[in-house]
């Protein structure tokens, strides 16, 4: 069974920061692709950023760019997502997701959430003007 578990989000004020961490196991295939989305009250399911276990590649939204970092610990089967210089804007329930890398499609795995199998629970992440 694939389980993703997110934790670490929370109430922050603006240019502050978070770091979100996802648990992933249970899938099986040789290569992966982990994305971190989030959506807003109101608004669509918004890709921030994702990454691919088979080129290494990481791609982030221009929202986010310059201020988040998507990173892995292969040996606690965990990636993250470092989140500096909050802003109001970036208030959102955050989800992990991951999928197999067969599908990636590079910059193009942001907006296509169709790619990805499975999803965590989400976590809120609330920045504070």
């Known amino acids: 069974e694939v389980q993703l578990v997110e934790s670490g989000g929370g109430l922050v004020q603006a240019g502050g920061s978070l770091r979100l961490s996802c648990a992933a196991s249970?899938?099986?295939?040789?290569?992966?692709?982990i994305g971190w989305f989030r959506q807003a009250p109101g608004k669509e399911r918004e890709g921030v950023s994702c990454?691919?276990?088979?080129?290494?590649?990481?791609h982030y939204a221009d929202s986010v760019k310059g201020r988040f970092t998507i990173s892995r610990d292969n040996a606690k089967n965990t990636v993250y997502l470092q989140m500096n210089s909050l802003k109001p804007e970036d208030t959102a329930v955050y989800y992990c997701?991951?999928?197999?890398?067969?599908?990636?499609?590079?910059?193009?795995?942001?907006?296509?959430?169709?790619?990805?199998?499975?999803w965590g629970q989400g976590t809120q992440v609330t920045v504070s003007s």
């Open positions: 997701a991951v999928g197999d890398a067969k599908y990636y499609s590079g910059s193009y795995s942001l907006d296509r959430p169709y790619e990805y199998d499975y």
């Open positions: 249970g899938f099986t295939w040789e290569h992966y692709i």
């Open positions: 990454f691919s276990s088979s080129d290494k590649s990481t």
